[in-house]
């Protein structure tokens, strides 16, 4: 079994559950994976079934991924908190009760193909890419594609495809989408992102710039359907010249 070390204070931060467990003698102390499975089902109880997901897909997803391989190192003693994380780049990883929120808004069967615009540490990627067949993922910020791209190789998501590109535009190629999440926060609906929606399609996505709501649109025959769910906080979406 492979020992992860963790810094004091970083356990200070993150209440560490494996402080009074292990310790090993110069001031640090390790954690199992066998711990951080412990936290991780700590984290869907506490954060995410406590406030009302319910789809037992999404819920086993969040269970399963293991979130601390998507943290930098620096961040190990924090990776189960209840909220977002620093992740380089000015970028976050989104509070794992946003991520289980957004993933049961997009009413995922286990044959759909889904885009997603806004990979990051790639988290959200792998939780997608639990619960559908295949995942196409965008991240504009090279370095973060790179990353997202090796652990999620590293872990064996060969149904999650990671590209470097602008997601406003989508990824026409493998269009149209079964489902679609936007987890950066543009200033209006992006239409490329409609128009790649098959019909029956929903687009889960952050919109407005000071105040921001999570919308979740259905595309039907007669054109889309919009739901207003609740406020949120995401980095805005940039897009390239
Ligand atoms: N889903 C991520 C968190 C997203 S943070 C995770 O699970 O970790 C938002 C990400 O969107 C950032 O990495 C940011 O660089 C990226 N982003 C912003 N604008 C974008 C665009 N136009 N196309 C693709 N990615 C974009």
Known sequence: MSLLTLGVAACLVGGCLACAAASNGDGQHTQSEAELEARRRQMVDSQIRARGVRDPRVLAALE????????????????????????????????????????EALALDATDRVLEVGTGSGYQAAVLGELVAEVYTVEIVAELAQRAASVLRDLGYSNVHVREGDGYAGWPEHAPFDAVIVTAAPDHIPQPLVDQLAIGGRLVVPVGTNDQYLLVLTRTVDGLREESRLPVRFVPLTRRK
């Not at 190192?73 to 946003?98: R, V």
């Open 64 to 103: 399963q991924v293991p979130r601390h391989r998507f943290v930098p190192p620096s961040e190990l003693g924090t990776a189960y908190g209840d909220h977002p994380l620093a992740i380089g780049q000015g970028q976050t990883i989104s509070q794992p009760y946003i991520v289980a929120y957004m993933s």
